[in-house]
């Protein structure tokens, strides 16, 4: 398999999926005579990468930050590229609500209502009760309504770097899988059902987001690991970070997929023709920024403060993110893009 100029490297794999073997990822140079113009060699040519414009080779690994799959289109290095830092989106309250969609101003005098008023029902619940049935919590928005449009034009500043539209639930299109297919039942070995009461704790959620009270993250470009997020006030373990949201569609139909390290595994089913991904290309919300351990390193599982976790919720695969232990404030969000006990390929990750 050719690397480079037919686009195509090792296959990223949806998260939660195996990745393919390739057996061009040798060490050796055979008759590759492009080197990476970072590392100066001509090593595992399948994950070499060719500039559009100036020809130079880069390891996808190499580059900063770095790449898990082959871009889909052109491709041009960073010197031919000029890369700069993302233009932020305009800090103006009109302009941020229309982006979001928010129903109601922000800055509303009951704008943190729902969530104090939730805040104040767990006060009366014992710490012992809490822990041992492990409740799901809803994310506390920041009290600043200034801060929390910084925290919004932040994560519309990568959407929009990304040419990507704001969603909050998952879509389904024309052309893809129907909203018939996602049945939690088709779960290879089952799927756990969320409780009653975490239901009503992410509707809580979902509808602080559509009121302008955001989750308090907020989103940084990195020169290594790209966009990424950081907590901007303390959050407990337990907590409703996001739900990861996109189109859904087949795994099968997302085999040659350039894009697939952002997509993620929604349905694991017995039957491979009914196994479901969610591809938030076009739509998502911030769980698209939140950046994978590298799990090939002790260091790298230190990091992990979220996990993922798919649920049954009434009848359909959700898949949340969800804190794993307490957060500061000005932590940056990690959590493990495997499972299943196989691999995605995160050794080069930061």
């Known amino acids: 398999m050719v690397a480079v100029r037919r686009r195509r490297t090792q296959a990223s794999n949806p998260r939660s999926e ?34 559009d414009k100036c020809d130079k080779g880069f390891h996808l690994f190499c580059l900063r930050p770095i790449l898990v799959s082959v871009p889909k289109g052109s491709w041009f290095c960073p010197s031919c590229s000029k890369h700069q830092i993302p233009k932020s989106f305009p800090l103006v309250q009109t302009k941020i609500i229309d982006f979001f969609r928010i129903k109601r101003s ?18 009366k619940t ?23 449009l910084e925290q919004m034009a932040s994560l519309a500043t990568a ?12 879509t389904y299109v024309s052309g893809k899988a129907p909203r018939s297919s996602n049945q939690a039942a088709f779960e290879k070995g089952g799927m756990q059902v969320l409780s009653k009461d975490g239901v009503e704790t992410l509707a809580l959620c979902k509808h602080m987001m559509d009121r302008g009270e955001c989750p308090p993250l ?12 950081e907590a901007d006030r303390f959050m407990k373990d337990w907590t409703i970070i996001t739900e990861y949201v996109g189109d859904v569609d087949y795994l099968s139909n997302r085999e040659d997929d350039y ?19 969610i591809c938030p290309y076009k739509c998502s919300n911030i769980a698209r920024f939140i950046s994978g351990i590298n799990n090939h390193s002790p260091e790298g599982r230190k990091k992990q403060n979220l996990k993922c976790v798919r649920f049954n919720i009434n009848g359909e695969a959700r898949v949340l993110l969800v804190a794993n232990r307490d957060i500061s404030k000005g932590e940056r969000l990690y959590y493990d893009y495997n499972g299943y006990e196989h691999e995605y390929p995160t050794e080069h990750f930061v």
């Open 259 to 277: 894009d697939g390290d952002s997509m993620m595994t929604l349905l694991h089913a017995s039957d491979p023709t009914q196994c479901l991904v």
């Open 218 to 229: 907020m989103v940084v470009f990195d020169p290594y690991e790209g966009f990424a997020v």
């Open 18 to 51: 195996p990745p393919q073997a390739d057996d061009s990822d040798s060490d050796s140079n055979s008759d590759w005579d492009t080197v990476c113009q970072e590392c100066n060699s001509g090593k595992q040519p399948a994950k070499l990468l060719l500039c």
């Open 126 to 148: 014992s710490l012992v009760m809490s822990k041992k049935k492990r409740k799901l919590l809803p994310y506390i928005p920041t009290n600043d309504s200034q801060r929390r």
């Open 106 to 123: 922000p800055d509303s005098s009951q704008s943190s209502t729902s969530s104090d008023s939730v805040g104040k029902k767990r006060k």
């Open 159 to 170: 959407l929009r770097a990304s040419n990507t539209k704001f969603s909050n639930e998952l």
